[in-house]
């Protein structure tokens, strides 16, 4: 028994019939084949299964598929535009926000959203923003450093007066 | 750490879902901000044969103001309560209970209404709505009812309402400033193994408390509420009545905090609390 | 002359982390092979139980499932899962890769179901019903070796695996002649690695060449090569490893493990190729744990704090079957326990335990953050108990900076080391008058504010061969390309350490080419056909000098191309920012493009030349490398909740010569988060029943953004000598110095209420029930 759902995700408009106990995570996963987002823990701890949903960060191991139909959902893989790597993502790479790599999707989606709520948010804003997404490796004091600087380099892109870019 | 198979239905009125729960009776869950519902079935805790999804039912998720009192749709999400003006404004207490829940992402997801019929002994809503003496209002083929938050909580994960009711929202009368919650976290699941939600009426004389994370089922320190009506919240008399809080109850015992430890934070975060709501004004 | 620091010593971003944060790089839970089964596992819910019968028909009657196997099918054709520590005397139960006749710890596979995908999968393990006979459990190590204990594996007729005694010098003369014995009781608890990936391997067969092929997410695909042969009937050249993007190791996945033998059987006998992917709980459960050692100390000292023996006895809990390095990792805390000290004579007696339990094995850190934790915990008692100052005391033992290569009573030669100027450079960092006068105006008015140092050595550079299991030495191979672009393999199999930046820094350097035409190689059996891979903080020490060798061959063979080419005899010729130089007329030269296609293309070589520009080279480490620093940490305990707030943290790392600074950095702060953990909140805990209450992060708590404080990093550079990078090393370095500085910083600041010592970790409860108990002593 299965469910039709309709999804945007990065921007392309996908259509599946799925099994309604599929996890949002595993429908990106193996059904759109964009494994960017990953899977941690599955009890909605760790963070690594972060994407956002129509905007907002959400953990998609703890989302069934169905629950997104109809919704806009942002994933890694569509982050960067025209090639062009999202500012959170360069101050990941330019501040040595990752060892291993494999929370640093969720970690920057979260890290996307944060920069939504707060366009300059505080170090304990940020650690605080975080607290839904576990890192082993790199201690946080690097991808802290690197929201700071992505929200520096996103106001500078901004310019007076205009539009957001990202 | 995959869900069983469950068939799924998404009603888009309060009535059509308040008929699949009459047919499907106890196999079937209602699905909210799944935060609570998801990781269970996903362990295989739970095991639904028929998922209701409330998610597309127009207006659950409406924060607005009705008769004098703050209206919350069941499926308004904690980030929604965080963040809401209104809430601010008129009921404070809420919205800093809702920032403390968990972390952003499950902010975005979770709902009150989930919460607070999943009754986790540690989720944080229900000490605030015990202190504030909520109306809780449940949808069911007999028409609709509202039972006050005293009356909830029956055990451990255990409500009033029925299999074939539905809580469709939450009313609190409107607050002042003068609330404040303090919360000691379970390291682990960000869940409260003590959290205590005040608010103090100094024209009154009278302070609320609401306890949640200590017992099996959040509670009201009357005790605390009792020593205190009618006297002045100095430190030493707020220490003194705040060394009640878990007066009567059986403290919950786990790896994360003994029943003597959960007690003693009762005492002290009631304390703090209290006193942090005086600051307030 | 080649510019050595255009690259090394850089902080530079790493050439990893575009396929990284763009979320296209490829883990092993990201392969999609066609055909490919998904392997699911049903694993005991008993601690301790007898198999009397597995009904597996419903499981193989579902839609979807291709087998159900349990252990009958599968064990005589898969064998033991190795062990490779040599301990003499050793008791070793045969560990089969799914249970036999007994499931002895909770998570033990039992069966395995292939499906068609995982979903299915999942739903047939549920399926499978097993018959169990609870038998007797035992959990606490202690009570595990005192008389009337249940036996982990009653064919073994003891829970003693071994007894391993360390001893050196008079430590009857030691104590004879001491002033004052300072004894401590000390646990070390339990802890889960918990790498964010968790396990997961693909097995592949090709029935027509009959390789077979292991993606796992491993740290050592070359020890996972060796020792898989012995597991499955694939000899060793047939048989490709491949770890591909590794989500974190942490020790957990320095292993070879059932599940990477049983997937790859069971693509050979199903012909198919077979995915498991392991899930947290799972994790939690059935992948190594570390540490869990307790032991009764006694350190001999005389009155103005000279420490002169030790006496250690301590029991270890291995859990309830070895895995690779099991039983090694607790003689290694034997090794170092003298820490940073001159301390004449030890004793050290350690008793491995079997218990109902995962086993225990290489965690960060590896037996060092034992050692180090209870030496530095033992300084500063000392000092309570004599009355003197915590530094001054460490002062008195340490050897003199000219005293290295400094020998120890374990027999280790420390390379090099000025352990003096670590403990000066943090005090200088961490402002130590005013730290001391905060901590003095805190006390004054009634907080419980302490300060704590810890100064730590540790033993890194896994190592040279005479000390290793199966060969410390690392490979490597540099090839100039015919277009001039240099690719580099290496044998150590990076996960997240950056080496893929560091080694092309040092490659960029010593060739002088662009560092944007060096690729690093590595993780794939078939392209670095050798290596030992990465653990024990060894892939650039050893891993980087394989390099080095390299480099150095290329340039001595592509001097005499050179030579030839320009003309003139080898002695005239100059290698100098990637050129190759007459050195009487610099404007007769070539470059490395030239070179290579002439080394290729192979029609114009000198006399005798083999074509090519490649050299491999095995470097084999003469000694261990002994990083070390000083960590000073400042923290306050809430009096009525016991929570405990970092106020200050300074860590200074000395790890001789560092490529890459903010890599470095990076590995420091890590470690540190892990010690953070290890010393206020983190703990593996089991139930009497042998039940997992930590098999979530719902309950294991790791550390997350707001536990962390600000630190003040610094460092100290003493190269190591015998090292050709002069580097010692630094993935552990966090996690050893960081946890007793934290403990000690605790206890300092609930020493004033006469509380001498309590256990890891220091969760407000415990803190909170001793400052109760010691009511009396807080009120004077």
């Known amino acids: ?166 | 750490m995959i869900p069983a198979t469950f068939s799924y239905a998404r009603p888009t009125t309060i009535d059509e879902a308040i008929a699949l729960l009459t047919k499907h009776g106890s196999g079937a869950k209602v699905l909210a901000g799944g935060h609570s519902l998801l990781p269970a079935m996903k362990l295989r805790l739970a095991q639904p044969e028929v998922l209701i999804d409330i998610g597309r039912i127009a207006g659950l998720n409406t924060i607005a103001e009705r008769d004098g009192r703050v209206v919350i749709g069941t499926m308004a999400t904690h980030a929604e309560i965080e963040s809401s003006a209104l809430v601010a404004r008129a009921c404070p207490l809420l919205g800093q209970v809702a920032a403390r829940i968990g972390d952003a992402q499950v902010r975005n997801r979770g709902t009150i209404g989930g919460s607070l019929v999943h009754a986790d002994p540690g989720a944080d809503f229900p000490a605030a709505i015990l202190a504030l003496d909520a109306e809780l209002r449940l949808a069911s083929p007999r028409g609709s009812r509202s039972v006050k938050a005293a009356a909830f909580f029956e055990a451990m994960m255990q409500t009033v309402v029925q299999p074939d009711e539905l809580l469709f929202e939450i009313t609190v009368p409107k607050t002042a400033t003068s609330a404040a919650y303090v919360k000691s976290e379970q390291k682990a699941s960000g869940f409260a193994i003590c959290g205590v939600a005040a608010i103090v009426d100094a024209q009154a004389k009278t302070v609320a408390v609401g306890v949640t994370g200590v017992a099996s089922k959040p509670y009201r320190a009357t005790a605390v509420e009792a020593a205190l009506r009618g006297r002045a919240l100095t430190p030493d008399a707020v220490a003194a009545a705040a060394a009640l809080a878990a007066n009567g109850v059986e403290p919950l015992g786990d790896i994360h905090a003994s029943p003597e430890y959960r007690a003693h934070l009762a005492a002290v975060n009631t304390k703090r609390a209290i006193l942090k709501a005086v600051a307030q004004g | 002359m080649v510019n050595p620091t255009k690259h090394v010593g850089q902080p530079m971003k790493r050439v990893e982390d575009p396929r990284l944060i763009k979320g296209i790089a490829t883990y092993v839970d990201d392969l999609r092979l066609p055909g490919m089964l998904h392997a699911a596992f049903l694993r005991s819910p008993h601690a301790h139980a007898r198999i009397r019968r597995i009904e597996t028909g419903a499981a193989k009657a579902m839609p979807g499932v291709v087998g159900v196997f349990t252990g009958a099918d599968v064990n005589d054709q898969c064998g033991v899962v190795p062990c490779a520590a040599a301990i003499p005397d050793l008791k070793a139960p045969k560990h089969t890769v799914l249970a036999g006749e007994r499931a002895y710890f909770a998570g033990h596979p039992v069966a395995v179901v292939v499906a068609q995908n995982a979903y299915v999968a999942r739903d047939a393990a549920d399926a499978i019903d097993v018959d169990y006979e609870p038998l007797p459990v035992v959990t606490d190590p202690e009570r595990a070796i005192a008389g009337g204990s249940p036996l982990t594996h009653p064919e073994l007729g003891t829970n003693v695996a071994y007894v391993h005694s360390v001893s050196s010098g008079d430590i009857d003369e030691a104590f004879r002649g001491a002033d004052r014995v300072v004894r401590q009781r000390m646990v070390h608890q339990r802890l889960t690695p918990m790498p964010i990936e968790p396990r997961g391997c693909v097995a592949s067969y090709h029935p027509g060449d009959q390789t077979l092929t292991l993606w796992s997410s491993t740290q050592v695909p070359h020890l996972v090569r060796t020792l898989l042969p012995g597991m499955i009937s694939v000899p060793e050249n047939k048989l490709r490893v491949v770890a591909p993007e590794v989500g974190g190791g942490f020790g957990a996945k320095l292993n070879v493990y059932a599940e990477e033998a049983l997937c790859a059987h069971l693509a050979m006998r199903l012909g198919a190729p077979v995915k498991w992917i392991e899930s947290r709980r799972e994790n939690a459960a059935a992948t190594i744990h570390g540490r869990d050692q307790i032991g009764e100390y006694e350190v001999a000292v005389t009155r103005d704090g000279r420490v002169l023996g030790i006496k250690a006895r301590s029991v270890a809990d291995l859990g309830s079957y070895l895995q690779l390095l099991t039983p090694a990792i607790p003689t290694l805390t034997g090794l170092v326990l003298t820490g940073c000290y001159k301390i004449p004579a030890i004793t050290m007696e350690i008793v491995g335990v079997y218990t109902n339990k995962m086993a225990t094995d290489a965690y960060r850190g590896a037996g060092r953050p034992e050692a180090t934790y209870l030496i530095e915990r033992l300084m500063n008692l000392i000092a309570d108990d004599l009355k003197l100052d915590p530094i001054e005391i460490r002062l008195k033992n340490f050897p003199q900076p000219d005293e290295f290569p400094f020998h120890t009573a374990t027999d280790l030669q420390y390379d090099s080391g000025n352990y003096q100027a670590a403990l000066k450079e943090a005090q200088r960092l961490a402002d130590w008058p005013a730290l001391v006068r905060q901590r003095d105006d805190a006390r004054a008015a009634g907080r419980l504010f302490g300060i704590g140092v810890s100064t730590y050595v540790e033993i890194c550079g896994m190592g040279p061969s005479k000390a290793m299991p199966a060969g410390g030495w690392e490979w490597g191979c540099v090839r100039i390309e015919i277009s001039g672009k240099v690719t580099v393999i290496t044998g150590v199999s990076p996960h997240g350490q950056g080496e893929e930046t560091s080694f092309a820094q040092i490659v960029a350097d010593r060739l002088g080419v662009p560092i944007g035409d060096v690729v690093v190689l590595h993780g794939d059996t078939n392209i670095a056909h050798y290596g030992r891979d990465t653990y024990g903080s060894r892939g650039l020490v050893v891993g980087g000098p394989a390099i080095v060798m390299c480099i150095d061959k290329i340039i001595a063979k592509a001097s005499a191309l050179a030579a030839h080419l320009l003309s003139v005899s080898v002695d005239d010729v100059e290698f100098r920012d990637g050129r190759f130089v007459e050195k009487k007329k610099p404007d007769n030269s070539v470059d490395w493009a030239r070179l290579a296609g002439e080394a290729y293309i192979a029609k114009n070589l000198p006399p005798a030349f083999e074509p090519g520009l490649e050299a491999s080279s095995f470097y084999e480490p003469e000694n261990f490398t002994y990083p070390f620093g000083t960590h000073i940490v400042a923290v306050e305990v809430d009096r009525e909740t016991g929570d405990v707030k970092i106020v200050k943290y300074v860590a200074v790392d000395d790890c001789g010569v560092q490529i890459n600074p903010l890599l470095v950095e990076g590995q420091v702060q890590g470690g540190i988060a892990h010690s953070i953990g290890q010393a206020l909140f983190e703990r593996t805990v089991y139930d009497e029943n042998g039940q997992l209450l930590t098999g979530e992060f719902m309950d294991y708590p790791l550390a997350r953004a707001h536990d962390i404080p600000d630190y003040v990093m610094g460092s100290t550079v003493t190269p190591s000598p015998g090292n050709p990078l002069g580097a010692k090393g630094v993935g552990e370095a966090g996690t050893i110095g960081a946890t007793p500085a934290i403990a000690n910083a605790v206890m300092d600041a609930l020493g004033p209420l006469g509380i001498r010592h309590l256990e890891l970790p220091l969760t407000p409860e415990r803190i909170w029930r001793a400052i109760g108990q010691h009511a009396g002593v807080a009120a004077g």
């Open chain 1, 1 to 166: 028994m299965t469910q039709t759902i309709r999804v945007r995700i990065n921007g392309t408009a996908r259509e599946h019939a799925v099994e309604p106990r599929l996890l949002l995570v595993h429908y990106l996963r193996e059904v759109c084949g964009l494994t960017g987002t990953h899977i941690g823990c599955e009890t909605s701890i760790c963070g690594a299964c972060t994407v956002l949903v129509d905007g907002k960060a959400v953990k998609s191991c703890t989302m069934l598929a169905v629950q997104a139909d109809g919704s806009d959902v942002t994933t890694i893989e569509g982050l960067a535009r025209n090639g062009s790597l999202h500012p959170v993502q360069e101050g990941f790479w330019e501040c040595h926000g990752l060892q291993c790599g494999y929370c640093t999707p969720g970690m920057i989606m979260a890290g996307v959203e944060i920069l939504q709520r707060h366009a300059r948010p505080t170090r304990e804003q940020i650690a605080e923003g975080l607290k839904g997404n576990l890192c082993r490796c790199t201690g946080y004091v690097h991808i802290i450093d690197a929201i700071e600087r992505a929200a520096g380099a996103r106001r500078a892109e901004r310019g007076v007066g205009g539009d957001l870019k990202w």
